[in-house]
């Protein structure tokens, strides 16, 4: 009898050991599997739908043809301005399409880097945003000036110049591109071409593209400031969709950190993700 429980108890320690060790590795495979997240693999669906989808498309042609329509109404409207009017737009994803370089950061599973983006810049191969060159080149048909404001580098002028006359956009020169020097808020540049012109449309994708209220902002912030401005959209603001990147992310999301690691920004976006 004794023999038999001692084989009994022996045999449930080995069963209690296996499904330990079993336990214990299917633990170390699942950290395992979390810690090593590619760096960019949340990006891949944005980027698919800007490149592929027919919806970015259409809402981007939408963009232009409200932009135009708005300003038909105001050169319409016989307003006297005390200056000549201008429209101020952002460069990247609002005019231009950098996507291909997202790809890029998908293929080698890298963030961002400037060296990457100076190698992407210097192509000079962004194509243009559906509508986009067509609706600034009617602005300047109606002897309205257009003005780029973009955080590119002041370094990249050249390139930038030259790509943006490569795909057509008009006013593409020394001094209607404005890019970043010492800060990248834009108030101070768009100062800048106020005191020569009157600014009745701003285009970007990022908010801080049409106002201070906007940079540097938590996500409550940022949508408080939106609720409170949303008789300016679609009027003197023109929204480009942007999945892919801007304060929107690093500022909303990752409450302005840039040191998270990548498991770390996985686990927070997995958090603040709404769910029922």
């Avoid at 336990?23 to 980027?47: C, F």
């Avoid at 983006?117 to 243009?128: D, R, Y």
Wanted: charged share 25%; hydrophobic share 35%.
């Amino acid at each position: 009898m004794k023999q038999k429980l001692l084989i009994t108890l022996f045999s449930f320690g080995l069963l209690i050991g296996c499904k330990t060790q079993v336990t214990q590795t299917e633990s170390s495979k699942i950290t395992t599997i979390n810690t090593n997240i590619p760096v960019r693999e949340h990006s891949i669906q944005a980027i698919l739908w800007q490149q592929q989808s027919a919806e970015y498309r259409a809402l981007t042609y939408q963009a232009f043809n409200l932009a135009r329509l708005q300003l038909d109404n105001i050169l319409n409207a016989k307003n006297e301005f005390d200056k000549p009017i201008a429209i101020v737009t952002d460069i990247d994803e609002t005019i231009l399409d950098n996507s291909p370089y997202s790809g890029k950061q998908v293929e080698l599973d890298e963030e961002y880097t400037s060296s990457r983006w100076k190698e992407w810049v210097t192509l000079k191969n962004a194509k243009a945003i559906p509508g986009a060159v067509d609706f600034f080149q009617y602005a300047k048909s109606k002897g309205v000036e257009v003005f780029y404001i973009s955080n590119r580098k002041t370094l990249q002028k050249k390139e930038t110049i030259a790509n943006l006359i490569k795909v057509g956009f008009p006013f593409a020169d020394q001094s209607h591109v404005f890019l970043k020097d010492a800060t990248s808020g834009k108030l101070d540049r768009r100062l800048e071409v106020m005191k020569s012109h009157n600014i009745v449309m701003f285009l970007g994708d990022n908010l801080s593209d049409f106002s201070i209220v906007f940079e540097k902002s938590t996500t409550e912030i940022r949508n408080k400031n939106a609720d409170s401005l949303r008789l300016d959209f679609g009027k003197k603001f023109i929204v480009l969709p942007n999945p892919l990147y801007g304060d929107w992310e690093t500022n909303g999301v990752y409450e302005g950190n840039y040191k998270w690691s990548t498991f770390q920004k996985d686990s927070i976006r997995r958090k603040k993700i709404t769910s029922y």
